[in-house]
C-alpha cells in the first residue's frame, strides 16, 4: 500500500512557475514509477509526465515538454514536477500517482496506475 500527498499548488500568473510535490508512503518508494495528472473542470483526466523508478528515464505529453520538469528522490520517498512559463490552459487539480513496475513502458493511461493522491490545484490567471 502507498499513500500519496501532495503539494505545492496555488494561483500564479501567466508565464510564472510552480512547483508541486508528492510526498510518499512505502520502503519500496523506487519499485513505483511515478506519474503527474491534470484534470480541469469539465475534462477528462489527462497525463502530464512520467518517470521511471530509478529517475533516470522521463516522458512528457506534448503540451508540456520544454516547460515542466519531473523527478524524484528516492531517499526522500518523494516526486516533483516543476512548471515553467505557465499558461491559463494548465490551470487544472494536479494529481500524483504511483505505478508498480515490472519494466517500465512510460505508462501515460490513468488506468495503468495503482495509488492516487489527493490533488492539489493549480490555477494560472492570464
Known amino acids: 500500500q502507498v499513500q500519496l500527498v501532495e503539494s505545492g499548488g496555488g494561483l500564479v500568473q501567466a508565464g510564472g512557475s510552480l512547483r508541486l510535490s508528492c510526498a510518499a508512503s512505502g520502503r519500496t518508494f523506487n519499485t513505483y514509477a511515478m506519474g503527474w495528472f491534470r484534470q480541469a473542470p469539465g475534462k477528462e483526466r489527462e497525463f502530464v509526465a512520467t518517470?521511471?523508478?530509478?529517475?533516470?528515464?522521463?516522458y512528457y505529453a506534448d503540451s508540456v515538454r520544454g516547460r515542466f520538469t519531473i523527478s524524484r528522490d528516492n531517499a526522500k520517498n518523494s516526486v516533483a514536477l516543476q512548471m515553467n512559463s505557465l499558461k491559463p490552459e494548465d490551470t487544472a487539480v494536479y494529481y500524483c500517482?504511483?505505478?508498480?513496475?515490472?519494466?517500465?513502458?512510460?505508462?501515460?493511461?490513468?488506468?495503468?496506475?495503482?495509488?492516487w493522491g489527493q490533488g492539489t490545484q493549480v490555477t494560472v490567471s492570464s
Open positions: 518517470i521511471s523508478g530509478s529517475g533516470s528515464r522521463t
Open positions: 500517482a504511483a505505478e508498480r513496475l515490472s519494466s517500465w513502458t512510460a505508462s501515460i493511461r490513468s488506468s495503468d496506475y495503482d495509488y
